[in-house]
């Protein structure tokens, strides 16, 4: 598959992908899980990479984590601000594919 990016970030995709991702996302077999590391985010914006914390999560966006993979699936936790707006509080986890994961990206939730 391929990704264009432009200004840093895949171009046309629902959540800020940055080109960091770039080989994760482009591989010319399957996407493998292990391309991701638990800890990677994806916010709904390039606000998220941008804006400092405080004024980003008054912007009421999700956030993408990866929270873990085996060797077929990718565990990801959906992220929104709390109701004060201080903190991230998960919303909900699934277990997804890579290709279901780019999908989301792509996409949006």
């Given at each position: 598959?391929?990704?264009?990016?432009?200004?840093?970030?895949?171009?046309?995709?629902?959540?800020?992908?940055?080109?960091?991702?770039?080989?994760?996302?482009?591989?010319?077999?399957?996407?493998?899980?292990?391309?991701?590391?638990?800890?990677?985010?994806?916010?709904?914006?390039?606000?998220?990479?941008?804006?400092?914390?405080?004024?980003?999560?008054?912007?009421?966006?999700?956030?993408?984590?990866?929270?873990?993979?085996?060797?077929?699936?990718?565990?990801?936790?959906?992220?929104?601000?709390?109701k004060k707006n201080t903190e991230l509080e998960e919303i909900e986890s699934r277990n997804v594919?890579?290709?279901?994961?780019?999908?989301?990206?792509?996409?949006?939730?």
């Amino acid at each position: 598959m391929s990704v264009a990016f432009k200004d840093g970030f895949a171009k046309g995709f629902a959540f800020a992908v940055p080109e960091a991702f770039a080989d994760s996302l482009t591989q010319e077999d399957k996407i493998k899980p292990e391309r991701f590391n638990p800890g990677d985010v994806f916010y709904e914006s390039v606000d998220g990479y941008k804006l400092e914390w405080g004024q980003y999560l008054k912007k009421g966006e999700r956030v993408i984590q990866v929270a873990g993979y085996d060797k077929t699936d990718l565990v990801i936790k959906i992220l929104k601000p709390n109701k004060k707006n201080t903190e991230l509080e998960e919303i909900e986890s699934r277990n997804v594919s890579p290709e279901q994961l780019l999908q989301i990206l792509k996409e949006g939730l």
